[in-house]
């Protein structure tokens, strides 16, 4: 049996302060590398497909690994958080419980314990588990770099694979979602070829409140994972359902469109015809869950 490759020799650096980080971003150019949880990235300078001399670790830095809860401001999640911190954390999971959820889906209980949000989003993966909870949730990534912060909505921060909004000389330093609607009910599905550890085939993301802006007095919304060059928002899918009244009817004609809304390709863990049975199948699903627990709760409110 042949082994891998080692590590490269490397710097390490643990920055001291953001302007710290911006200023090695600046001057070291692509030789420069951060480090959060590191499970992505040393295994790619082990297999020779990343190379960096140097890497600079912001996990330490003010922020960073908290998370925190307002019920008027919303919920800010360090982006070096870890997954499992995220999924346990008992806010995200009152408030927020669809991003827990997908939290819980991302590899092994193991890697989890590294796996950081920031770096889930940041490595721009169509497969990232947390991206459709994110997007249904209206978050914005904050970015720091030369000219101080900016936030950007995730709908506009994932340009291709592995393509981001992010400049090379700017870092994620956390992620903020509004208030959670009021009465929300949410759900993250995903089809792996096993039942954990694996990229997902597919992800479906589903979130569902209720709304006096749309006649049905119902909305969705509805996010995909692995089923296009970058994880996106089933808009026709969404549009369709804030005209209709909900129920088993509507939710099979959103399933067919967010299938059509997908773009899918063939590749080592599943084929396109597969991806886009399996769009319709989960968000199908997704739809009757999310609206199973709102009418519970409505019914519960009627008493």
Avoid at 50 to 66: C, E, I, N, W
Avoid at 78 to 89: D, I, K, P, R, Y
């Amino acid at each position: 049996m042949l082994s891998r490759p080692g590590l490269p020799s490397f710097d390490y650096v643990r920055a001291g302060s953001h302007d710290e980080v911006v200023r090695l971003l600046v001057t070291g150019g692509p030789d420069v590398r951060l480090l959060m949880g590191g499970t992505d990235l040393l295994v790619r300078m082990r297999d020779g497909v990343v190379r960096a001399r140097t890497l600079v670790d912001v996990k330490h830095l003010p922020g960073m690994r908290t998370i925190a809860y307002d019920s008027a401001a919303g919920l800010t999640v360090g982006a070096a958080v870890t997954m499992n911190q995220l999924a346990s954390n008992a806010d995200v999971r009152a408030h927020y419980a669809i991003l827990a959820e997908a939290a819980s889906a991302v590899a092994s209980y193991q890697v989890r314990n590294r796996a950081t949000l920031g770096g889930n989003l940041c490595n721009a993966s169509p497969a990232a588990d947390t991206a459709p909870a994110v997007m249904v949730l209206g978050g914005r990534l904050v970015l720091c770099g030369p000219e101080g912060e900016r936030e950007v909505p995730i709908d506009e921060f994932f340009l291709g694979p592995g393509k981001s909004a992010r400049q090379a000389n700017e870092f994620l330093t956390a992620v903020r979602l509004p208030p959670p609607r009021q009465g929300a009910r949410g759900t993250y599905l995903k089809l792996g070829r096993n039942r954990e550890g694996d990229l997902a085939v597919v992800g479906v993301g589903v979130l569902g409140s209720p709304s006096s802006e749309v006649p049905p007095g119902y909305a969705f919304s509805i996010a995909l994972a692995s089923v296009a060059p970058v994880p996106l928002r089933a808009t026709a899918a969404e549009r369709l359902l804030a005209g209709q009244k909900p129920g088993g009817a509507a939710f099979a004609a959103a399933a067919q469109l967010a299938a059509q809304e997908a773009r899918p390709i063939d590749d080592v863990r599943s084929g396109v015809a597969y991806r886009r049975a399996m769009v319709e199948s989960l968000t199908r699903r997704g739809l009757e869950t999310v609206w199973r627990g709102l009418s519970a709760a409505s019914s519960g409110r009627g008493r």
